[in-house]
């Protein structure tokens, strides 16, 4: 890879993994002069392919008034500067009044996209979330906090699609979102438990809606826990997982079946 310009990048280090970083993310943390990384949010290990000299800042203790002009003051000294977050920079992780800032500086920066903890849950679980005839959308979402959810998007409104439903940054949240998911969601909709994916204390357990209350505080989990709440998930099996009643074998894309013709597979 050629040198790094000086710039911003705005990198999504994935749920936590390091083998889950994009070979651009890998690249960008390989090469950069300063790296700024969410250390509460962020294992230690990735930064491990970071050069011997580069600078390395935390930021779970600073505020954007002390990390900003950190960034612009790297980029103005002809340095590569790596922000680097949890997941995937558009969800949840206040990427936007960065860039606002970083453009009213007319500081230039590049935003590397990462692999969200729905989609490592969805492997790990080795499940598909969206299948033919039984789900076929995922609402990525959360529960009002310090941050106020709008309206239109509270829990009760989107648990109405019954679809397959990602609830973030719930968990001191579960006892409130349990009862609105209940509104819609049947007693036994299987619901995986994710803590801290990706990370050497992960935790996954899958339980039935009416129990994630329970299985949350027994387990002591906290803010870094994400509930996938979906029909998919019946017939998961595993060490963490209730069996539940398989639905899904009957379900099947069109995609790949035999009766199904496209351009590129006529019929005869």
């Known amino acids: 890879m050629k040198k790094l310009s000086a710039s911003v990048y705005i990198v999504g280090a994935g749920p936590g993994n390091p083998d889950l970083l994009t070979v651009r993310a890998q690249n960008i943390l390989m090469n950069s002069d300063v790296i700024l990384f969410a250390d509460s949010l962020v294992p ?44 995937d920079p558009s969800l949840y992780s206040a990427i936007h009044e960065q860039i606002q800032l970083l453009r009213k500086a007319g500081v230039p920066f590049e935003i590397v996209p990462g692999i969200s903890a729905f989609q490592a849950a969805a492997a790990s679980l080795k499940v598909e979330l969206t299948i033919p005839g039984l789900v076929q959308t ?23 699609h019954q679809a ?29 438990i994710l803590y801290r994916l990706g990370w050497n204390d992960e935790k ?26 979906s029909p998919a998930l019946r017939g998961v099996v595993g060490e963490n997982s209730t069996q539940f009643p398989v639905e899904t074998a009957q379900h099947r894309s069109q995609l790949y079946h035999p009766e199904h013709t496209h351009l590129f597979r006529p019929r005869g």
């Open 164 to 192: 397959s439903l990602c609830l973030y940054l719930a968990a001191h949240h579960v006892e409130n979102a349990q009862v609105k998911l209940l509104e819609h969601y049947a007693p036994d909709t299987p619901v995986a």
């Open 204 to 229: 996954i357990k899958v339980v039935s809606l009416d129990q994630i209350t329970n299985c949350t505080y027994q387990e002591n989990l906290t803010r870094t826990t994400l509930y996938v709440i």
């Open 44 to 87: 230690q290990e990735i930064l491990q392919i970071c050069k011997p000299d580069a600078e390395i800042i935390r930021t779970a203790n600073k505020t954007l008034e002390t990390i900003i002009p950190i960034m612009i003051e790297g980029v103005r000294s002809k340095k590569s500067v790596a922000r680097l977050h949890s997941g």
């Open 138 to 160: 995922i609402i990525l979402t959360r529960v009002s906090g310090r941050t106020e959810v709008p309206a239109k998007e509270e829990l009760s409104s989107l648990a109405s």
